[in-house]
């Protein structure tokens, strides 16, 4: 009652009153208290934890588990047959990158995307063009072509065989050219 503005005539009674009225409203809430406790305040923090909760609803936490599980949804949904449409239309039937706009998509889903494709164009909701036919061909070739591992490995192993190799020979012309500049010298 000290600092209630019909009580005391100071000028700053009523300043005072509404901080203790805070202080109040802020010791009564758990939630404030606690915000108060590790923030200082609760007046700019409120909003910003509402916000942070607002987006983190709308975009969770995206970890290595949650983009495994969204794999398992996106793969043969609408939303692939709708990002395949969508990237037929922005290049025109090119399908030369298709592997690379597809999220998840891998070497051996061209055959499936092709199917897909096929089927859109019997359902006509895209037109097949002469750009599709030319470079879907490419596309399955280079598949069809893809190296192995073991094919790699075999590569792999034969050029560390040259370098080797010619480190050798390096190393022979080293020992020669010191013999010739031994011999220059003395």
Do not use: Q
């Not at 998509?105 to 092709?114: A, G, I, P, Q």
């Not at 164009?121 to 399955?140: A, G, L």
């Amino acid at each position: 009652m000290t600092f209630h503005p019909d009580k005391n005539k100071d000028e700053n009674a009523a300043e005072k009153f509404k901080e203790i009225g805070k202080a109040y409203n802020i010791l009564m809430d758990d939630e404030k208290r606690s915000m108060y406790d590790e923030f200082g305040t609760t007046d700019d923090f409120i909003d910003i934890k509402n916000t942070y909760d607002f987006f983190r609803d709308l975009y969770p936490t995206v970890d290595f588990d949650s983009i495994e599980e969204y794999e398992k949804k996106y793969v043969g949904s609408n939303e692939e047959l709708d990002d395949l449409i969508e990237f037929y239309n922005k290049f025109s039937g090119n399908m030369t990158c298709l592997l690379e706009h597809i999220p998840f998509s891998k070497n051996n889903d061209v055959e499936r995307f092709s199917k897909c494709y096929e089927e859109l164009f019997t359902s006509n909701k895209i037109v097949k063009n002469k750009k599709y036919e030319t470079t879907i061909k490419k596309v399955r070739k280079l598949v069809e072509n893809e190296v192995n591992e073991d094919e790699f490995n075999d590569l792999k192993a034969k050029i560390l065989e040259n370098k080797k190799k010619r480190m050798k020979d390096l190393d022979r012309m080293e020992k020669e050219y010191k013999k010739w500049l031994v011999l220059i010298i003395f």
